[in-house]
């Protein structure tokens, strides 16, 4: 659906774009991250035809943004950080606004209608926009980026400003979309890429230097390879039963103790989850586990360890896999 191969921008001596590709499958919702000045907005606005690219090819549903940028501009809908609403209209005005800006050919009444029913604005759909909340301003932003039934639709920061309420509401919507639509969702809020997008690019300094399927992220994440657990026991004899427990690749005492208890550090072969035997291997012998918590890294410590070094481009799964003790 979307085909962007070896692209290079140069805002004269400075390459902000340094010879990137990927594609986005037709119903994929990818998250497209990095940090400021790593060049999204200029791809994203590459993207949407609103600014030439240096060299390279861009194609959105098979149409060459580059060579043929209004019609690629029908295929994508924009919601930008700053959606370009008009507060003093109501609802209804300023959809119908947008509606004949963007020439669209459906059934005016139906079509408005049905993205209404889809963004859940129908009962302010006759207010003055000023006066609706921000969750509702950013529907209504939403249902702007709509109108046409583009194929692809692009979101910038959707959910910055919002309640913890309107966030779960719109992050929701997001996903629903995802399945008629192609989503790019730009956002620095990593938890919210982990909620609602199958894969996460990530882009530094002018490179792509992750592009990985969330769940692969979020199982390095998850880390249910490595343990920290509290056992009830004689030191010695637990850590030596740890070490033969099938499946366990090493053991340690980690060095917390209460009264009767020894926290122990405990990695697995290959990332096995190996929680299940390790209780019923413990019960056995009759000591206690008190507690047991996997020992992953966070979508944080991902994120910096891929941006910190973009020394390669395309995928770094050493990095993206890598968990810490
Ligand atoms: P991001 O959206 O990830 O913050 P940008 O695409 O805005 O990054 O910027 C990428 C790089 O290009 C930055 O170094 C920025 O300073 C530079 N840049 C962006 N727009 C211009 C411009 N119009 N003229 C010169 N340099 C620019």
Known sequence: MIKIQNLVKNYGGIQAVKNISFTVEEGEIVGFLGPNGAGKSTVMNILTGYLSSTSGEVEVNGINVLENPLEAKRQIGYLPEQPPLYPDMTVKEYLSFVYDLKGCKLKKEAHLSEICDVVKIK??????????????????????????NPKVVIFDEPTVGLDPKQIIEIRTLIRDLGRNHTVILSTHIL????????????????????????VEISRA????????????????????????????????VLGARDSDSITYYVESTGGLDIRKILFRTMAQKGWPIIGMESLGVNLEDVFLSVVEDPGTTGTKKKNVKGGKA
């Open 191 to 214: 938890p919210e890429v982990q909620a609602v997008c199958d894969r996460i690019v990530i882009i530094s300094k002018g490179k792509i230097v992750a592009n990985e399927k969330t």
């Open 123 to 148: 009962d302010v759909y006759n207010r003055v926009i000023r006066n609706l909340s921000k969750g509702y301003r950013q529907r209504v932003g939403i249902a702007q980026a709509l109108i046409g």
């Open 221 to 252: 994440v998850e880390g249910a390879g490595k343990l920290s657990i509290k056992i009830c026991g004689p030191e010695k004899e637990v850590l030596a039963t740890l070490r033969s427990t099938s499946g366990v690749q090493s053991a340690e």
